[in-house]
């Protein structure tokens, strides 16, 4: 009987260090602790999302509570305005001086900010962000990282009378060549 226990323990033994030495069942146990890495960094990738919306939330919710100061534009300023601006300097290929192009301009404002929408043949060809003082407009128009062409657009307006806007508008092609353009808005309609 003695002998029979010794042989169940050792077979017993042997069994275990046989399956220790599985191959297979390392590969298994290896491509189980892969997948469960990954899955902790989904999860993590996951939780940092959940933790910037409810930042995002929080500041929204935060916002609120504070007085929000919206800006708009004056009613003698808001609204469509037809553009002729005419190139005056270049040494840009993409513009001659003299070039003539005309546009409608549109002064819009939501709880963002202040924007200038330029409109070619009922398409909106760009959207500026824009300050404003008692004294000039100013625009901004930079493209995205994708275009082709860096293109930088700023202009400086100032009011002449109630429906003449007049400035400078400056633009930028891959910060290697600049041109100037005269711009002169005219009222288009009446808000």
């Known amino acids: 009987m003695a002998l029979y226990k010794y042989l169940l323990v050792t077979l017993v033994i042997l069994s275990l260090f046989w399956g220790c030495r599985d191959k297979e069942k390392e590969r298994e146990l290896d491509l189980r602790e892969q997948q469960i890495l990954a ?79 330029v409109i070619n043949n009922n398409k909106v060809v760009r959207v500026f962000s824009a300050k404003f003082d008692s004294t000039s407009i100013r625009l901004h128009y930079a493209s995205d990282t994708s275009a082709s062409k860096n293109l930088e657009l700023t202009v400086e307006l100032t009011r002449d009378n109630k429906n003449l806007i007049k400035g400078m508008q400056t633009a930028g092609i891959d910060k290697s060549c600049t041109a100037k353009f005269s711009i002169e808005l005219n009222r288009l309609t009446n808000r």
């Open 39 to 117: 899955r902790e960094k989904e999860f993590a990738i996951k939780e940092a999302d959940y933790q910037s919306l409810l930042h995002m939330r929080d500041s929204l919710l935060t916002r609120r509570d504070t007085a929000i100061i919206i800006q708009r534009w004056p009613e003698d300023i808001a609204g469509l305005w037809n553009s002729k601006s005419v190139c005056r300097e270049s040494n840009c290929s993409d513009y001659v001086i003299g070039d003539q192009r005309s546009n409608t301009w549109e002064f819009i404002s939501d709880s963002t900010g202040l924007y200038t929408r």
